[in-house]
């Protein structure tokens, strides 16, 4: 390189290192830990601490991540087709993602929250949402797989979920678009939205024993838009927080619009007097509507749905002692309940401070009617200064989400700010401030929305992350950032990517799901209608242009290997069984030209997949999960014929029968 080339170059290289340097957040050199990489370290053949169940935003699915590692061990298909797993391709799985508009192949999964019991996870379940059309999802955590998913009639989006009660008695969905209710009679004009449209809050019970959604009830409240929610526990049991913005009913431009108020609301609803009314039978039975409510069988390992048509609703307008409005700084995103449930926080969007409401102070005012006044058809405003504990001053820019530790501290999220903001809840003083890198949006202490928080650690879930990882074109990746909140100050220890865009998070201990996690299905209790039992089982039958092939796997082939006979015009179903029983040992198929996915079939499990021929030839099939030495001889060969052939129907492995 010539001296003068050598110069420029040298200019260039500087600029880009100014320009680098002057996009990060002031003090991001002093943030991370001299022995972070020592404490994230898991060695080989140890484990994390903590499972970590985290929103995959819009791929519509659940990743499973570990804490601190960062490594990432699953991703659980919930919302979104996933041909890895043949989600949504197999037929056993197609029925998981009907809904009342037919076959929905994605959504967009913003929250996640665990089954809890007296406050705390109890590593049962966990709860996912689709903010899109809206569902309420339930993964078993024996099996790490989707068990149910149940749709929400009366609404329109479903951000507002699954934010559960102390004992898990309801999973809580409210709308985050009000719409006028399903039915006929919602063709109304749009801008009839202050009379027409209205909020719905649906309360899911979730069966003790086996998890099962039934949509018991729902509020109808006036046309709100709904953010979070978080439900009280310890004093506050029996209560639920819901944000709300759109004060305005405003149903165009609501950038503008939607942003005039100085204050929007948070509504406090005891839903214990709720389910006291809708037990009395005050509530109204709607027959309109129609959801799909789908429920995965570990014992047949296949799906069923069906289309409900029928819901409870009580209107808070017809009440006077079931909702409260709290007034709160403008677009508030989070309502979190600390550990005692004493205080809620909100989170207005565009404020400068975090306000802070106490419980007690509540139920005073209540109980002394101290209110500025009544909206949309009778519901009481709170007075501002009659319920607030009090205001955390300076904290940031950009208030989105608090969680706590058990030792009287939360953590805010500042969108603006780029930072994670920590302090006292009694106290309302700041104690420490870590910046973000960049646009944190959500964030998560393990243990932090529940009755004892295990602390320790703190995630954050950012939306932008320039110069955070290697480039990969336009699109970059969504980053996580694990802190360590064990002491006064957080510590930066990790930076992480995310699959999708990460919203939420449930950090649930190691200890508590491990032992339990399902190695293997026993083959013996495999109730699926077309299970093949043994080798000598496998076979091919025909019932008029349906075409059925009782198929196993076992290493290192499959069984039958060579199959004739098939016709164009035929439909093909590969009836799949994987007769192992060693842990680890899971099979695939596919077959060429096949227009949906492969299968991955685990060790005793039986699974299908439909193939309609597109042509006349010879099609190879093999396995797609690497088994063993000889993966690659674990083929075959399916010969398809013209129509009307008399090719006769052969199916064998090894020798012709």
């Given at each position: 390189?010539?001296?003068?080339?050598?110069?420029l170059?040298m200019?260039a290289?500087?600029?880009?290192?100014?320009?680098?340097?002057?996009?990060?957040?002031?003090?991001?050199?002093?943030?991370?830990?001299?022995?972070?990489?020592?404490?994230?370290?898991?060695?080989?053949?140890?484990?994390?601490?903590?499972?970590?169940?985290t929103?995959?935003g819009?791929?519509g699915?659940?990743?499973?991540?570990?804490?601190?590692?960062?490594?990432?061990?699953?991703?659980?298909?919930?919302?979104?087709?996933?041909?890895?797993?043949?989600w949504?391709?197999?037929?056993?799985?197609k029925?998981?993602?009907?809904?009342?508009?037919?076959f929905?192949p994605?959504?967009?999964?913003?929250h996640?929250?665990?089954?809890?019991?007296d406050?705390?996870?109890?590593?049962?379940?966990?709860?996912?949402n689709?903010?899109?059309?809206?569902r309420?999802?339930?993964?078993?955590?024996?099996?790490?797989?989707?068990?149910?998913?149940i749709?929400i009639?009366?609404?329109g989006?479903?951000?507002?979920s699954p934010?559960?009660?102390?004992?898990?008695?309801?999973?809580?969905?409210?709308?985050r678009?009000s719409?006028?209710p399903?039915?006929p009679?919602?063709d109304?004009?749009?801008d009839s939205y202050?009379e027409?449209?209205?909020g719905?809050?649906?309360?899911?019970?979730?069966?003790?024993?086996?998890?099962?959604?039934?949509?018991?009830?729902?509020?109808?409240?006036?046309?709100?838009?709904?953010?979070l929610s978080?439900?009280?526990k310890?004093?506050s049991?029996g209560?639920?927080?819901?944000?709300?913005?759109n004060s305005?009913?405003?149903?165009?431009?609501?950038?503008v619009?939607?942003?005039?108020?100085?204050?929007?609301?948070?509504?406090?609803?005891?839903?214990?007097?709720a389910e006291?009314y809708?037990k009395?039978?005050?509530?109204?039975?709607?027959t309109?509507?129609r959801?799909?409510?789908?429920?995965?069988?570990?014992?047949?390992?296949?799906?069923?749905?069906e289309?409900?048509?029928e819901?409870t609703v009580?209107?808070?307008?017809?009440?006077?002692?079931?909702?409260?409005?709290?007034p709160?700084?403008?677009?508030?995103?989070?309502?979190?309940?600390?550990?005692t449930?004493?205080?809620?926080?909100?989170?207005?969007?565009?404020?400068?401070?975090?306000?802070?409401?106490?419980?007690?102070k509540l139920?005073?005012?209540?109980?002394n009617k101290?209110f500025?006044?009544e909206r949309y058809g009778?519901?009481p405003?709170m007075?501002y200064?009659?319920v607030?504990h009090?205001?955390?001053?300076?904290?940031?820019?950009?208030?989105?989400?608090?969680?706590?530790d058990?030792?009287g501290?939360?953590y805010t999220s500042?969108f603006?700010s780029s930072e994670?903001?920590?302090?006292?809840v009694?106290s309302?003083?700041?104690l420490d401030r870590?910046?973000t890198?960049?646009?944190?949006g959500?964030?998560?202490?393990?243990?932090?929305?529940?009755?004892?928080?295990?602390?320790?650690y703190?995630?954050?879930?950012?939306?932008?992350?320039k110069?955070?990882?290697?480039?990969?074109g336009p699109e970059?990746?969504?980053?996580a950032?694990?802190?360590d909140i064990?002491?006064?100050?957080m510590e930066?220890?990790l930076?992480?990517?995310?699959?999708?865009?990460?919203h939420y998070?449930?950090a649930?201990?190691?200890?508590?799901?491990?032992?339990?996690?399902?190695?293997?299905?026993?083959?013996?209790?495999?109730?699926?209608?077309h299970?093949?039992?043994?080798?000598?089982?496998?076979r091919?039958?025909?019932?008029?242009n349906?075409?059925?092939?009782?198929?196993?796997t076992i290493?290192?082939?499959?069984?039958?290997?060579v199959?004739?006979g098939?016709?164009?015009?035929?439909?093909v179903?590969?009836?799949?069984?994987?007769?192992?029983?060693?842990?680890?040992?899971?099979?695939?198929?596919?077959i060429k030209?096949?227009?949906?996915s492969?299968?991955?079939?685990?060790?005793?499990?039986?699974?299908t997949?439909k193939?309609v021929?597109?042509?006349?030839?010879?099609?190879?099939f093999y396995?797609?999960?690497?088994?063993s030495a000889?993966h690659q001889e674990?083929?075959?060969?399916?010969?398809?014929?013209?129509?009307?052939?008399?090719?006769p129907?052969t199916a064998?492995?090894?020798t012709k029968?």
């Amino acid at each position: 390189m010539k001296p003068k080339q050598y110069l420029l170059w040298m200019a260039a290289v500087a600029a880009v290192s100014l320009s680098f340097n002057a996009c990060r957040p002031k003090g991001a050199g002093s943030a991370v830990s001299g022995n972070a990489a020592q404490r994230t370290y898991v060695p080989p053949g140890q484990y994390d601490e903590f499972y970590t169940f985290t929103s995959g935003g819009f791929s519509g699915q659940m990743s499973v991540y570990g804490l601190p590692s960062g490594r990432l061990f699953r991703v659980i298909p919930v919302f979104s087709v996933d041909p890895e797993k043949a989600w949504g391709f197999s037929e056993e799985t197609k029925p998981m993602l009907m809904t009342s508009h037919g076959f929905v192949p994605w959504d967009d999964l913003h929250h996640i929250e665990s089954s809890f019991t007296d406050g705390m996870p109890d590593g049962k379940w966990v709860f996912a949402n689709s903010n899109n059309t809206p569902r309420l999802a339930r993964i078993d955590l024996t099996t790490f797989r989707t068990a149910e998913i149940i749709e929400i009639p009366n609404t329109g989006g479903n951000h507002c979920s699954p934010f559960t009660t102390e004992n898990s008695e309801y999973v809580i969905a409210a709308t985050r678009f009000s719409v006028p209710p399903d039915g006929p009679e919602s063709d109304v004009p749009i801008d009839s939205y202050k009379e027409n449209f209205k909020g719905h809050i649906s309360f899911v019970s979730v069966d003790k024993e086996t998890g099962e959604f039934d949509i018991t009830f729902q509020l109808k409240t006036p046309g709100l838009n709904f953010d979070l929610s978080g439900a009280g526990k310890g004093i506050s049991g029996g209560w639920l927080f819901i944000s709300c913005y759109n004060s305005e009913q405003a149903h165009t431009l609501q950038e503008v619009n939607a942003s005039q108020n100085d204050k929007d609301f948070i509504m406090a609803i005891n839903w214990k007097k709720a389910e006291e009314y809708f037990k009395a039978g005050r509530g109204t039975k709607q027959t309109n509507v129609r959801y799909a409510h789908n429920k995965w069988d570990e014992h047949t390992h296949s799906a069923t749905h069906e289309i409900k048509t029928e819901v409870t609703v009580l209107d808070v307008a017809e009440f006077d002692d079931l909702a409260y409005l709290l007034p709160c700084p403008k677009s508030p995103h989070g309502a979190d309940v600390s550990p005692t449930g004493e205080y809620i926080v909100g989170s207005g969007k565009l404020a400068a401070l975090i306000p802070v409401f106490s419980f007690e102070k509540l139920q005073q005012a209540i109980a002394n009617k101290e209110f500025e006044g009544e909206r949309y058809g009778g519901i009481p405003v709170m007075k501002y200064e009659s319920v607030l504990h009090g205001e955390v001053q300076k904290p940031g820019l950009g208030p989105l989400h608090t969680e706590f530790d058990a030792k009287g501290n939360a953590y805010t999220s500042f969108f603006v700010s780029s930072e994670v903001v920590k302090w006292n809840v009694e106290s309302l003083e700041v104690l420490d401030r870590q910046p973000t890198y960049y646009s944190v949006g959500h964030l998560m202490v393990a243990g932090g929305n529940s009755k004892n928080p295990y602390g320790k650690y703190l995630v954050a879930y950012n939306k932008i992350t320039k110069d955070r990882f290697l480039p990969t074109g336009p699109e970059l990746a969504h980053s996580a950032q694990l802190f360590d909140i064990s002491g006064d100050k957080m510590e930066l220890l990790l930076d992480f990517p995310t699959i999708g865009e990460p919203h939420y998070a449930q950090a649930i201990p190691a200890e508590m799901l491990m032992d339990k996690s399902l190695k293997i299905y026993d083959i013996n209790a495999n109730a699926h209608p077309h299970k093949t039992n043994g080798e000598a089982e496998a076979r091919i039958e025909r019932e008029g242009n349906i075409v059925r092939v009782y198929m196993t796997t076992i290493r290192s082939h499959l069984t039958p290997d060579v199959i004739e006979g098939i016709r164009l015009g035929d439909e093909v179903y590969f009836h799949v069984t994987n007769l192992e029983q060693d842990w680890d040992m899971p099979h695939g198929f596919a077959i060429k030209g096949a227009n949906n996915s492969e299968l991955l079939i685990m060790p005793g499990e039986t699974t299908t997949l439909k193939w309609v021929p597109d042509r006349v030839g010879i099609f190879p099939f093999y396995c797609t999960d690497f088994c063993s030495a000889l993966h690659q001889e674990m083929s075959g060969y399916v010969r398809v014929s013209p129509k009307g052939s008399n090719v006769p129907m052969t199916a064998y492995t090894g020798t012709k029968k």
